[in-house]
């Protein structure tokens, strides 16, 4: 068993929550900081981060809600700053494929002059199954303004173990793994197959970005979710992620796991039974 802490910032989220529970297994020391945690740990307030930091020998950066949102480029080159500052030795930054701002954000962390390892990543598997597109897939109609663009998904499963051997394994110092899925895929294809799975019709429906734009205003989603899933779908799902990567197998020697497998074993849960 360590006695070296290593924090975990999203520690509640979809990577965070399995990066924490991998190292708690594993006797590690894990420290959780966010907005309900003593300390405070606010992305929006670095008057909290020196806290959250003492004591810590590696953390793992998730950012809320995206890299490509305004201000965060500058506060991931605060917070890699202060904690070289604090003598963390190592920091693990989840980042996004095909997102410019993204590699600004790396870009920040590679210039404070910390150990890191970045993971960037695609699309999850678990959008489908603990996210926004969750509450579409219950409905019967998934409907997205994407059409034939293929994306690379990827588990969060695959995430959490490549970003655990990053932090406690040597040889992944000043590394970038670029991660992805087995496969190419469509979200109509995927949405075929979890249907095919869960035994239940469920649609897939393409729609302009201004009615989709319209349908989250009409649900009364937030300005600043709007403004970044509008982002996400006009410039990240242009095509540009349309390639796979064998950044899994760099890093921990194996192959990601397949969509049809995650859909077998999510199905099975009942999360997408229909409740009506």
Same mark, same amino acid.
């Given at each position: #068993? $360590? ?21 708690? +297994? ?35 950066? $998730? ?14 080159? /605060?917070?890699?700053?202060? @904690? ?13 494929? %095909? ?11 590679? !210039? ?8 960037? +990543? ?18 019967? =109609? ?23 051997? @990053?932090? &406690? ?10 991660? /992805?899925?087995?496969?190419? #895929? ?7 197959? &979890?249907?095919? !799975? ?16 319209? #349908? ?17 779908? #006009? ?6 992620? =349309? $390639?796979?990567?064998? %950044?899994?197998? !760099?890093? &921990? ?14 199905? +099975? /849960? ?7």
């Amino acid at each position: #068993m $360590s006695s070296e802490t290593i924090l975990i910032l999203g520690g509640g989220g979809k990577t965070g929550r399995r990066v924490a529970e991998r190292l708690l +297994a594993k006797g590690r020391d894990v420290r959780l900081a966010s907005r309900s945690t003593v300390p405070v740990f606010d992305w929006t307030d670095p008057s909290g981060w020196a806290a959250a930091l003492d004591g810590v020998d590696a953390a793992y950066v $998730s950012y809320q809600p995206d890299l490509a949102v305004p201000g965060a480029v500058e506060a991931i080159g /605060t917070l890699s700053r202060l @904690a070289l500052k604090k003598g963390v030795r190592h920091l693990v930054l989840l980042s996004g494929r %095909g997102e410019d701002e993204a590699l600004a954000a790396e870009e920040a962390l590679k !210039q404070s002059g910390i150990g890191y390892t970045i993971i960037r +990543a695609s699309w999850f598997f678990q959008n489908f199954s603990e996210a926004f597109l969750l509450d579409g897939i219950l409905a019967g =109609e998934l409907v997205l303004p994407v059409a034939d663009v293929r994306e690379p998904f990827i588990d969060a499963d695959d995430i959490a173990d490549v970003a655990v051997a @990053a932090l &406690i394994e040597p040889g992944h110092g000043q590394k970038t793994y670029e991660v /992805t899925g087995p496969q190419l #895929m469509t979200f109509g294809e995927a949405v075929a197959e &979890i249907a095919r !799975q869960s035994g239940r019709e469920i649609r897939f429906t393409t729609v302009d970005i201004r009615t989709y734009v319209a #349908m989250l205003r009409e649900a009364q989603i937030p300005a600043g979710y709007i403004w970044l899933i509008e982002y996400l779908f #006009m410039n990240v799902l242009d095509g540009r992620n =349309e $390639s796979l990567t064998d %950044g899994v197998v !760099q890093a &921990i020697g194996r192959p990601p796991r397949d969509f049809a497998d995650y859909v077998r074993e999510t199905a +099975a /849960t009942g999360v997408w039974e229909d409740l009506k």
